[in-house]
């Protein structure tokens, strides 16, 4: 008895250390996007970006600060498409569960009884914890939160448009919300200065 409780905590010691890797692993990634190339590509690095291209093509007018912005949010939705896209196939290959979600899917089966799966109350929970994944942590998230369970470790057709949204809401999302602090910082620092 003693050995198989030690055989358990081990397994589950293991199952916590691998979810702890990969969330710090994609949390780590995550922050330096989000906090500190995401505001300088919408703010800064996209009108440099354009002003090259400009001066490469010889055309001397300045262009418009918006320019930069839209740049800049093209260049950083593309990486965040392309860094899903890898996020999503090495987790496939790997077939392991970094995050927990597919422990949180066989739990669901398991413990919850199938007449309380479906309903408008449990599609409006998963719908808002998709928009909360997908906007404040990574559309890597809401996409296996999404996957059906029956699928694991392999993307279907139908879980394509989810990703495709996830990209979208993140990116959209987080473009509002830098936008926002931006405007409101420079708000305060006129109202102070």
Do not use: C
Not at 22 to 33: I, K, M, Q, S, T
Not at 59 to 79: E, K, R, S, V
Not at 85 to 93: E, G, H, N
Not at 125 to 140: E, G
């Amino acid at each position: 008895m003693t050995r198989t409780w030690i055989a358990a905590a081990r397994t589950y010691a293991k199952r916590l250390g691998r979810w702890s890797a990969g969330h710090l692993a994609v949390r780590l990634e995550e922050y330096a996007f989000d906090y500190l190339l995401y505001p300088f590509m919408l703010y800064r690095g996209g009108g440099l970006l354009v002003g090259w291209l400009r001066d490469l093509f010889g055309q001397d007018a300045p262009a418009m600060p918006a320019t930069g912005y839209w740049f800049g949010l093209g260049l950083m939705t593309a990486a965040s498409i392309a860094l899903n896209l890898i996020y999503v196939r090495a987790y496939d290959r790997m077939r392991t569960d970094w995050f927990g979600f597919e422990a949180l899917k066989r739990a669901q089966e398991n413990l919850i009884p199938s007449r309380f799966r479906v309903g408008p109350w449990r599609t409006a929970a998963r719908f808002t914890a998709f928009v909360y994944l997908s906007a404040w942590h990574n559309p890597l998230f809401a996409t296996l939160f999404m996957r059906r369970a029956s699928a694991s470790y392999a993307m279907s057709e139908g879980d394509w448009p989810v990703f495709w949204s996830a990209v979208l809401i993140a990116n959209l999302g987080w473009a509002g919300i830098v936008s926002g602090a931006v405007e409101a910082a420079k708000a305060v620092l006129r109202l102070i200065g």
